[in-house]
């Protein structure tokens, strides 16, 4: 739902259904306020990215709304695999603050560090920075770079293996397949997010950070949820939970249900 696309100022034939996807706050209270009166003017049935956005708006418009948040294709987990990783899929970018996730890691207790690795299965440009930073820390033997990954096997392989997933700065698709293949996602509460973030559901499925990104204490906060996720990595509960939460709310099965009711109701 990005005001600059000019379908919005199109008069469509009301033989055609048409269905406004993505709408949310922006920055601007104007913008908001115009988005208001195209949806009530124009009448379209409105998707959301979650139900959280979908409860913001409900009061503003007079037309059918439903929810279908981001997802992604998953494969069928392995719950029996020795979980010794914390993994980070996606590209690596500044906003992901991948650099709280080395310094948290090197703050660990030596036991917990021994025992596990950090593992950024994506490329960009902070790569170098990030392998400058692992090396400063002295833990460049314990950072995996496997640069981009897309084969649902290989992934599979990977998040079996994963204590959680975490991802500082942005809370992107990354939710949705994290939690499809059963296991756990940490970010912060202000992360960039296209709403995947409201998947996360604090303490069951997930972790949200609440300590400003800026203050140091957030790596102390990080740190103490992974000792915490690395103490409760036996309990296959939690991760089957994190599957069965993606099954009945983030699937692609869910998502296209949605849509098909939003172009028929």
Not at 36 to 42: D, G, Q, R
Not at 52 to 59: C, L, R, S, Y
Not at 197 to 203: A, M, N, Q
Not at 230 to 251: A, H, P, T
Request: with cysteine; hydrophobic share 40%; net charge neutral.
């Amino acid at each position: 739902f990005d005001l600059h696309w000019p379908q919005y100022c199109l008069c469509l034939p009301k033989s055609t259904k048409n269905v406004f996807w993505g709408l949310d706050n922006g920055k601007s209270l104007i913008a908001d306020l115009a988005k208001k009166k195209l949806v009530n003017y124009m009448g379209n049935n409105v998707l959301f990215y979650s139900k959280n956005i979908q409860e913001k708006w409900k009061e503003e418009i007079n037309v059918n709304s439903f929810v279908a948040q981001n997802s992604v294709e998953v494969g069928e987990p392995n719950f029996t695999k020795n979980r010794n990783t914390f993994i980070n899929v996606g590209s690596l970018h500044v906003r992901k603050r991948n650099d709280i996730l080395l310094k948290a890691f090197a703050n660990l207790p030596q036991k917990i560090a021994n025992n596990t690795k950090i593992v950024l299965a994506g490329s960009g440009i902070e790569e170098q920075n990030l392998k400058k930073l692992s090396k400063a820390l002295n833990i460049e033997e314990k950072v995996i770079f496997l640069g981009y990954v897309d084969k649902l096997e290989i992934l599979a392989d990977l998040y079996d293996s994963s204590i959680c997933s975490i991802s500082v700065g942005q809370a992107g698709l990354a939710v949705s397949q994290s939690l499809g293949f059963g296991v756990p996602f940490v970010t912060h509460k202000h992360a960039v997010t296209g709403g995947e973030i409201h998947g996360v559901v604090h303490g069951h499925n997930g972790y949200l950070l609440e300590v400003s990104l800026d203050d140091k204490s957030c790596i102390e906060e990080l740190k103490n949820v992974m000792e915490y996720f690395w103490n409760s990595r036996q309990k296959n509960e939690l991760y089957i939970g994190c599957r069965e939460y993606f099954d009945k709310n983030l699937s692609l099965d869910c998502m296209v249900q949605s849509l098909i009711k939003s172009l028929t109701d």
